[in-house]
């Protein structure tokens, strides 16, 4: 029997783009069209506070896993899962290339959402490298918060609040605390 062919997606842009939101359309659509789809999270992204769902801005959820470090999410895979969605892959670093490489060599689809740049206009690792790997890139852009134009960037215009408390905090606070500290931006605008 021939091996199925692995594609890899990457759905990238800045804050407040859309991504996760894309990424739970799509893994929606294919859990309708009966495929067996798992998604991932970092430990790290604790905005939404601590349970296992991916949140979007728009209010959609979808149940996810989540997992300290890039090599955690192998162990985590079952064999008869098509789709393998990874949401703010950013915060898993390089040595997730080497796991993607591993799930697209086993036939796997593998769907990544993730910042392609920092707050300060640098590429965030390992977002590129992912990008020029994959079959498929989709870049969302955000809205300029100050002019409206299309935003392809973020800026940090606050201090960065650390959400590690025991408590669970209620998503639309830290969703405000968010906004608190980083806007989407346009090129004119990101030098303001
Ligand atoms: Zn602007």
Redesign the pocket.
Known sequence: MKRRLGYLEVIAGPMYCGKTEELIRQVKRATIGKKKVQVFKPAIDLRYGRDKKLYSHAGHTFDSEMVKSAKDILPLVDKKTDIIGIDEAQHLGEELVEVVETLLSRGKQVIITGLALTFDRKPFTPIPTLMAIADRVTKLSAI??????E?VYHKRVGAVHTTASSLEPDPAFIAKLDDAVFQA??????E?
């Open positions: 300029c918060m100050l002019c409206g134009e935003a931006r346009c090129r004119r605008c990101w303001k």
